[in-house]
């Protein structure tokens, strides 16, 4: 039988109005598509990447109907981005290298986004361009790995280990160790890179590192149900800003910025719109794991 729509998703709780009204039905019918022709998640997020380099290229002209062209197939590369996911929960298909592509074709979509725009900027800027790429590139990559974090920690109490991709540096280091570089080279160099990027999002959440310490040594695998409930809900309000944080937000903005003819101006929205609400995010995040680490402890 076809999967309905709905059964695609990765849950209601995390999605936002774009996604839901736009971008999952066409990668709805997308996944269909793929699937028909036997193509396989991975496949799509590769061609994905390609198409969202080559929007990145199309920004570094200063003309507008080039520019245009590299929205068109931003917005088509992001298509394929959810219909990866949607192909890969609709067929039973999920694999940590599919996690870990996915995870890379945002990186390289704007690193490609990235540079353009630095090159385009250059003439005025010089190399200070470069200064001001580098530090929002780097602020960029801790909005979308809290916001990915905290999203698949949500989805772990919602719906369980099957319904999230929730990952801990020590499993994965574990996993690590026991792969050879030869014959196994690039996924031992994917492997350690997923892991680097586990790890630079718990060092930003020790509260939540904690909580999760307790759980596992009090519930082990078995996390009752009203703590689960309890998560969810103050979790709950802080899922539109992973969601914030992640595509439609920041992509609108850069093509603001890119009608108005000031590409700069997205650099300085990352900055201080973005990263006030990564700050908040996190803030509120490790209050409220830092509370539930104490109920914790003093149940014991």
């Known amino acids: 039988m076809k999967p309905d729509m709905e059964s695609t998703l990765k849950s209601l709780d995390t999605e936002e109005f774009i ?23 991975n496949t799509v997020t590769i061609i994905s990447i390609f198409i969202g380099i080559a929007a990145g290229v199309c920004f570094y002209f200063p ?3 080039v520019n245009v062209v590299g929205m068109l197939l931003l ?21 940590p290298l599919g996690r870990i592509l996915d995870g890379a074709s945002g990186d390289l979509w ?5 540079a ?13 361009i470069w200064a001001l790429g580098a530090v929002t590139g780097y602020f960029h990559s801790k909005q979308a790995a809290m916001a990915d974090y905290y999203r698949n920690v949500h989805l772990l109490f919602l719906k369980g280990k099957p319904g999230s991709e929730w990952s801990e540096s020590a499993a994965l280091r574990e996993n690590y160790r ?14 350690f890179s997923y892991l680097q990027y586990t790890a630079g999002q718990e060092a930003w959440a020790p509260n939540l590192r904690r909580m999760m310490s ?13 703590f689960r409930t309890a998560f969810r809900q103050k979790s709950l309000p802080l899922m539109k800003y992973t969601n914030m944080l992640s595509f439609n937000t920041r992509v609108i903005a850069l093509f603001v910025a ?14 201080t719109a973005l990263n006030a609400m990564l700050a908040y995010m996190v803030i509120t995040h490790e209050r409220f794991c830092r509370q539930f680490g104490k109920q914790l402890t003093t149940e014991q």
């Open 63 to 65: 003309d507008l109907r």
């Open 75 to 95: 917005v088509w590369a992001n298509m394929y981005d959810s219909a990866d996911g949607q192909l890969a929960r609709m067929t039973g298909q999920k694999t």
């Open 116 to 128: 353009a725009l630095c090159f385009r900027l250059m003439p005025l800027w010089n190399f200070r």
């Open 214 to 226: 307790l759980l596992r040594e009090k519930y082990q695998e078995e996390t009752p149900e009203w």
């Open 258 to 271: 890119l009608f108005i003819n000031l590409p700069w101006l997205y650099f300085v929205f990352e900055l």
């Open 19 to 41: 996604d839901m009204h736009f971008y999952r039905p066409l990668g709805y019918r997308w996944a269909l598509l793929f699937h028909k022709a036997g193509i396989s998640p």
């Open 110 to 114: 704007f690193i490609a986004i990235y």
């Open 178 to 191: 026991h792969m050879r570089w030869k014959p196994y080279f690039i996924p031992k160099l994917l492997a």
